[in-house]
């Protein structure tokens, strides 16, 4: 049961314009979301985070949207770089429920391509 | 700071043998998590331990594999007689907190290289 969905397996961006990575959510109990981005051989590597109290967080270049009625959530990158390819993954971390508390969930990532 | 070690890198095994996944977290983080990656998927959620304790398990496989992370050394993930099946990517991570407070809400884990398993 995939409680957090990427349905876009790869993006392909032209380098200066902007990414928009999405990912969808069907638990209710997800209060906090992360994206992580991850190149061949390595581990994920922590990009930008975002609590269900807000709608919006931003660091640098990258931004994330928390549409919480929709449970969708999207990570915007501008201007997209070539060094940006990697594939990206969207996470989530479920409210206090007891034990599962720590983990995290994750989608299927999505393989964003930046071109010259 | 090093970040969250993994060793091996990489670990060859023959169907019946056993693998050892060793992780040394960040320096002062306590929380440790082992997550397990097939081709083409996302990463799974296996186990989050505390120093001497397993907090949740509940998503490793009950038969086979352990997990410990003790008082001093690293975390250790063990696959007893392995099968083909187990063939994956397992990756660690650690964190120094976890922040429940919805105002200053955080659940940060970062992550280790992993170590690709390949069972023969």
């Known amino acids: 049961d995939q409680q957090v969905k990427q349905n876009s397996p790869s993006l392909s961006v032209q380098e200066g314009r902007i990414s928009i990575l999405n990912c969808d959510y069907t638990?209710?109990?997800?209060?906090?979301f992360l994206w992580y981005k991850k190149y061949p051989a390595e581990g994920p590597t922590f990009l930008i985070s975002?609590?269900?109290?807000?709608d919006k967080n931003e660091d640098g270049r990258f931004t994330v949207f928390l549409n919480k009625s929709a449970k969708h959530l999207s990570l915007h990158i501008v201007p997209s770089q070539p060094g940006d390819s990697a594939v990206y993954f969207c996470?989530?971390?479920?409210?206090?429920?007891?034990?599962?508390?720590?983990?995290?969930?994750f989608g299927r990532g999505t393989q964003l391509t930046v071109w010259p | 700071n090093a970040g969250v070690m993994q060793n091996p890198r990489h670990l060859v095994r023959r169907r019946g043998q056993e693998a050892r996944l060793r992780c040394s977290p960040m320096?002062?983080?306590?929380?440790v998590y082992w997550y397990r990656q097939l081709p083409e998927e996302g990463l799974k959620f296996m186990v989050y331990?505390?120093?001497?304790?397993?907090?949740?398990e509940s998503g490793m496989p009950k038969e086979r594999f352990s997990a410990e992370f003790p008082k001093e050394g690293p975390s250790i993930l063990r696959i007893q007689q392995v099968v083909r099946g187990d063939s994956a990517a397992y990756f660690c991570?650690?964190?120094?907190?976890?922040?429940?407070?919805?105002?200053?809400?955080?659940?940060?884990?970062?992550f280790g290289a992993g170590t690709r398993l390949s069972v023969l």
């Open positions: 991570a650690s964190s120094p907190r976890l922040v429940t407070d919805r105002m200053i809400r955080e659940n940060i884990q970062y």
């Open positions: 638990n209710s109990m997800f209060d906090y």
């Open positions: 975002i609590s269900s109290i807000k």
């Open positions: 996470a989530a971390s479920p409210a206090d429920r007891g034990s599962t508390l720590g983990r995290l969930y």
């Open positions: 320096k002062g983080h306590s929380h």
């Open positions: 331990l505390q120093k001497e304790n397993i907090i949740d």
